[in-house]
């Protein structure tokens, strides 16, 4: 179903109408150009009937409620009787004090709104302040808007979790009753042995397109043992057979031991295919780090980078992203492209082995869970650097807009988890806002 935002607009008729009707009017020009696909009433809604009228038959995935004039709780509260969706809730600046009669009164409208808000089981909201030409007011309901799609999207989605975490990896675990309670996501669970088993089970004349699509996405990987290769095209079947049939969106996968104990070939390649491909497939089976690059993909249309935090230089402030190799291909340097290597502890391939390509804007990223069952949103921009490849696997070199070092000790003390999403673009707004919606902690660095 297509993605509705939807603009109420209240007030009452006892304050300054052609003040309000102007304000109404250069709103109604901002939010559409936002989202041309914004609802809006044919006149400013300055009775409770004229409200409800205007109610019937809306399915909002986003409202965006405006005190025009001041309006009172009764407002507010038949808008969350009827919906329980994302909200910006934004005061108008009062247009002018000369001594004369208050025009509009807005502010203390969305004080009314606010309280109301509060009251019905503390509905989290967006809040923006100011006249509709102004940059922060359409910067706000632009990133709201992202937020609200990614969310809306969330009800759809289809997360496997692929095998349990590793013993000491608990930080990626997440109940199935927790992901539909908290964010609309379905968990699927399947074992790894099962895509290993059928992963066994395929011929390798069934597998070819499957190989040549590795072939053609990477470099060098004529270079690995035929067993190998063919085992890696065999287990890209397995994994793209399962998502397909499932209808999986993300993916956190179980990777060591197992698929080198009991198959001989690491996931680690297959993992980067699938991220190529637009399923956000993370490894050591972290769930919430699926979840994670799922949000950042959805934000920027492109593959997201998956990886530990290994080093930082403080000159440059810069912390460097690294993991095994599953980063997906198309973030590879251009000069070296999407090189196929080893694993660094099991020296088994393919596992992908670059540095990542610079890009001048990203976000670093990751869905926290506290140990309480809350969760938290960790967030810091920055930039990619132009740097070679750091360790043996995939690594991306972040130069943060704070300073590096302070990131990593607050982080640390605060108890973050050791997967992080990097991004490409600024998206810390838009994650804000999302964070809002779900009435979670922003820890901003």
Request: glycine fraction near 8%; proline fraction near 5%.
């Amino acid at each position: 179903m297509r993605f509705q935002p939807v603009y109420i607009p209240v007030g009452v008729p006892t304050y300054h109408l052609e003040t309000a009707q102007d304000q109404f009017d250069r709103s109604v020009a901002a939010l559409r150009g936002v989202d041309a696909d914004f609802v809006v009433p044919e006149k400013m809604l300055l009775t409770l009937d004229d409200l409800r009228a205007y109610l019937d038959g809306l399915a909002p995935d986003l409202i965006v409620f405006q005190n025009l004039t001041f309006a009172n709780a009764a407002y507010m509260a038949e808008v969350l009787r009827r919906f329980d969706c994302p909200m910006v809730l934004w005061t108008l600046r009062e247009p002018v004090a000369d001594g004369g009669r208050l025009r509009l009164n807005s502010l203390t409208g969305a004080y009314s709104a606010a309280n109301t808000l509060r009251a019905f089981n503390d509905r989290p909201f967006v809040y923006a302040f100011g006249a509709p030409e102004e940059e922060k007011v359409v910067s706000t309901v632009k990133a709201a808007v992202r937020a609200a799609k990614v969310k809306s999207a969330m009800r759809t989605l289809r997360l496997a979790a692929v095998g349990h975490t590793p013993q000491g990896f608990g930080f990626g675990r997440a109940l199935d009753s927790e992901l539909m309670n908290t964010f609309g996501v379905e968990l699927e669970s399947i074992e790894a042995r099962e895509l290993i088993e059928k992963a066994k089970g395929y011929g390798d004349e069934e597998c070819e397109e499957y190989l040549k699509r590795s072939e053609c996405a990477t470099c060098g990987l004529d270079k690995t043992p035929d067993n190998n290769r063919r085992d890696h095209a065999r287990l890209l079947k397995a994994y793209t057979d399962y998502i397909k049939s499932h209808n999986i969106g993300a993916l956190a996968s179980r990777c060591w031991p197992d698929f080198f104990t009991d198959f001989g070939t690491p996931v680690c390649a297959v993992l980067s295919l699938l991220n190529d491909e637009g399923v956000a497939a993370a490894c050591e089976a972290d769930v919430y780090g699926a979840l994670s690059m799922w949000v950042g993909m959805q934000l920027s249309d492109e593959p997201v980078f998956f990886g530990d935090p290994v080093a930082l230089d403080e000159e440059e402030s810069t912390i460097t992203y690294w993991h095994c190799g599953a980063a997906a291909c198309s973030l590879a340097r251009k000069d070296t492209g999407a090189v196929v290597g080893v694993h660094p502890n099991r020296k088994i391939g393919p596992a992908m082995d670059f540095g990542c390509e610079a890009f001048p804007e990203a976000t670093i990223f990751r869905i926290g869970r506290e140990p309480d069952g809350s969760f938290r949103f960790f967030i810091s921009e920055g930039a990619v650097l132009d740097k070679p490849k750091q360790f043996i696997g995939t690594s991306i070199v972040v130069q943060t807009e704070l300073n590096s070092r302070m990131i990593v000790e607050d982080s640390i003390r605060e108890g973050f988890e050791p997967h992080f999403a990097v991004i490409k673009g600024h998206h810390g707004e838009a994650l804000e806002a999302l964070a809002d919606m779900f009435g979670f902690e922003v820890c901003r660095y």
